[in-house]
């Protein structure tokens, strides 16, 4: 087997979706996190109204910042009132 047949193997195996979906988090918390330092201040989500509006719900322990956690945490309960 060659590598282009392998790569084929493994899309054909949905993998690469797979993959993609579990990255997507990560990314969008990166994209918000503007100054890098692992958690969103109420500065960097203030173009998202989403954040915005859910702000206090989200900052579960109010210290004024969402971190991964709680990022994660809003994200999965977006996916379940979605459906
Ligand atoms: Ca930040
Ligand atoms: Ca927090």
Redesign the pocket.
């Given at each position: 087997m060659n590598i282009k047949s392998s790569v084929k193997y493994i899309l054909a195996c949905g993998l690469f979706p797979l993959a993609t979906a579990a990255w997507a988090g990560d990314d969008s918390m990166k994209k918000l996190?503007?100054?890098?330092?692992?958690?969103?201040?109420k500065q960097?989500a203030a173009d998202n109204k989403k954040l915005v509006i859910n702000w206090e719900t989200i900052d579960s322990n109010k210290d004024g910042?969402i971190d991964h956690a709680e990022f994660s945490a809003f994200e999965m309960e977006e996916a379940s009132d979605s459906e």
């Open positions: 996190d503007s100054n890098h330092d692992g958690v969103i201040s960097e910042k």
